[in-house]
């Protein structure tokens, strides 16, 4: 439960130590994705090949997730969080060192391992740690850092391999995760998890019963949606607008951070929005209805040059002001005392659907049909809007019942 007894110092700690490794987190799912330029000669590599890589850390996040979520439940959020930010950093250490496919394939899989706790014991530690006055903005900053290690790792990798080599950046990006966890480790009493949480062998009706509630299926299938849609940005939008646009990779890729902080911006405002509705999902279905047509303007292609960062930027902005709302639309599917398993299971949506994304739309690049990639993401986006509106229903019937009445 949060506590809210908490002073604004004390709830600012800890959501500025969860925001922190979660960035740390999100700066690792783009380490494969950043270095395409310089994976791609140095192992003769197809779009596709490179696309199965980053499949493959999704998997065995998204599988990892669903599981985490369960030791977080038992065992408590800090200690999981801990030894995902240490595989982090040696999933690092492991792809600096790979002399083929296959050693490409290992640091994927093993940052696939480290990637996989972070949602299950962020939103557990935020829910138990911050008073629920915050919490929406505790949700906010934590979009929002995700964001900014999206933005920094791009920018990190590529200036560094740009002038001494791929295999520098990767040996740099693994002091990253060691900095982060000496830092919660000085600070570990601030997340300190919470002994009942800990214990509970789970919400009413036993482990598994929170896999009956529709709602959290839906959340699942809103979260693979988007995560297919992201997956295609993350991946190919850079080397899309390069072809699109005819512009430089280097205004690519400052159309690919424009996107990133501009989804920051809207997280932030996105706060404020979700703490004064109780209509969660009507923020989301609006919010990515505009994106989906943003996106459709974008790969139609036909406007001149410039207009590539401005359209990734505002298509950037809507996407991030669903955020806090959609935290807190999980937040109330979630039944008592099972907040680690719901978030895990949920969030195994975002891997599922990362991991189907770099894919497909690699195979829509190597069709030489970079349209196709925003062309995507707008179909994507526009069949989430579904499940989230099914998410609020399904919730708001589920709470007008009498008490003891739900299955």
Known sequence: MANDNNTLRQDARVIGLVGLAHGTSHFYHLILAALIPWLKPAFQLSYTELGLLMTVFFVVSGIGQ??????????GARAVLFFGIAMLGLSALLLSQASGYGGLLGGALLAGVGNAVFHPADYTLLNQRVSRERLAHGFSVHGISGNIGWAASPLFLATIAASQGWRVALLSAAALPLLVLVLLVLNRHALYPDPVQR??????????????????????????LTAVALGGIQSFATISLESLYGISHALATSSYTAYMLASALGMAAGGFVGAGSRRHDRTVALAFSAAALLALVLAAGAGPSWMALPLMGLIGLCSGVAGPSRDLMIRAAAPAGATGRVYGVVYSGLDSGLAIGPLL??????????????????LFQALAIATAVGVGGNTRARAAQPVGSAG
Do not use: E, H, Y
């Open 199 to 224: 214990q509970a062998g789970g919400a009413q009706g036993g482990t598994l019963s929170f896999l009956k509630l529709p709602a959290v299926w839906l959340c699942f299938g809103f979260f693979l």
């Open 66 to 75: 669903a599981l985490a979520g369960f030791v977080v439940d038992r065992f």
């Open 361 to 378: 739309f690699g195979l829509v690049m190597d069709a030489g049909r970079p349209g196709w990639v925003f062309a995507g993401v707008a």
